[in-house]
């Protein structure tokens, strides 16, 4: 599996810490061994269901699909290797992006998936929240931190936004899923009326930061134009 550089703090994202790391380590651990329960039929399909999915695990037609977070969209060189490794090890060697700026393995094996999942864990990586009725992965404008009409780095707020609604209680088992996505600039580059909230950064009256918050989207089974429901003006730091 491929090496990644430690030496520096991470561009544009956000730097795991030693609690970070022991959750997700305690996190595979428990899954490999409901897999390991899966395996021997001690526990039934339904009732693995929902402990695969809040893994990001989906049981498909030919085979198990992985879906795996990527937050706000960000990768590192190093990360876009170890899921290069997972598609040659693990898969067919290719993954496929999704429009919600995460990726999906479609031929995993049921007992590949804890290995995989404790190499993502060392590559500051997991599958999270990327299925089940919760708040799924934050997204934010494609060329958030370079464009030159950016009135924000969005990647900020999405990151506030991810810890906050990572396990939150009241937010693990909702009666859909939720999605959020932030643009950090007046061009909307995130489909942001076809979000349940869309954040849409502008430029106020007196020249501080706004977020237009749009409420109401989604291009789910019946499509939905979200509408503008308030203007949020951020403090000053």
Not at 163 to 184: M, Y
Not at 194 to 200: A, K, R, V, Y
Request: glycine share 8%.
């Amino acid at each position: 599996m491929p090496q990644l550089l430690q030496s520096t703090l991470p561009v544009g994202r956000y730097a795991y810490d030693e609690v970070d790391r022991a959750f997700l380590a305690q996190r595979v651990e428990q899954f490999r061994d409901q897999v390991a329960r899966r395996l021997s039929g001690a526990l039934s399909e339904d009732e693995f269901k929902p402990l695969r999915l809040m893994n990001g695990l989906y049981l498909q037609l030919h085979a198990y699909m992985l879906r795996v977070a990527i937050p706000y969209g960000t990768l590192s060189a190093g990360q876009m290797r170890t899921l290069a490794h997972i598609a040659r090890r693990y898969d067919r060697g290719y993954g496929h992006f999704t429009t919600r700026q995460n990726i999906q393995f479609n031929w995993i094996k049921l007992e590949d998936t804890p290995e995989i999942l404790d190499v993502l864990a060392d590559a500051q990586m997991h599958a999270i929240q990327t299925s089940g009725n919760c708040i799924r992965n934050v997204t934010s404008d494609q060329f958030a931190g370079a464009a030159r009409d950016e009135v924000l780095d969005p990647r900020v707020h999405a990151e506030i936004l991810r810890q906050w609604s990572t396990l939150h209680p009241e937010f693990t088992f909702l009666p859909r899923k939720f999605k959020i996505a932030i643009s950090g600039s007046a061009q909307d580059r995130v489909a942001a009326r076809f979000h349940d909230i869309g954040l849409i950064a502008r430029v106020g009256a007196n020249g501080r930061a706004v977020f237009e918050v749009i409420v109401g989207g989604g291009l789910g089974r019946t499509p939905i134009v979200g509408v503008s429901y308030a203007t949020i003006c951020l403090k000053k730091t």
